[in-house]
């Protein structure tokens, strides 16, 4: 069956960086874009940022454009999301999740599947 495993969230002060992970399995990996969505506590889950399949079209929302970076690895199943210069407000849940098509997609009922999630605690 379709399997996402979020890793490499942690605790980090403001201003410094972590890198999180998403493998996938029980798919055809190369056929089918990636999102990064987070969750903070209390709040609704939300988009970051997200790639297509073949890994070109990374696109951010804006609270995180120019500081998170999206990549794949379709020989590895997995994705990548690069964060800099962390802030308190980046704190949450974040979930990879895999998309209905090809295409990058910042809805979040464009993803039929979703891994358990990772969490990311910024400190100020």
């Known amino acids: 069956q379709v399997r996402l495993v979020e890793s490499g969230g942690g605790l980090a002060q403001a201003g410094q960086s972590l890198t999180l992970a998403c493998v996938a399995s029980?798919?055809?990996?190369?056929?089918?874009?990636v999102g990064w969505f987070r969750q903070a506590p209390g709040k609704e889950r939300e988009f970051v940022a997200t790639i297509n399949s073949l890994g070109g079209s990374p696109y951010y929302d804006a609270s995180v454009k120019g500081r998170f970076s999206i990549s794949r690895d379709n020989t590895r199943n997995t994705v990548y999301l690069q964060m800099n210069n962390l802030k308190p407000e980046d704190t949450g849940l974040y979930f990879c999740g895999k998309g209905l098509f090809s295409s990058a997609n910042v809805l979040e009922r464009a993803y039929d599947a979703w891994g358990q999630g990772t969490q990311v605690t910024v400190s100020s």
């Open positions: 029980g798919y055809k990996f190369t056929t089918y874009a």
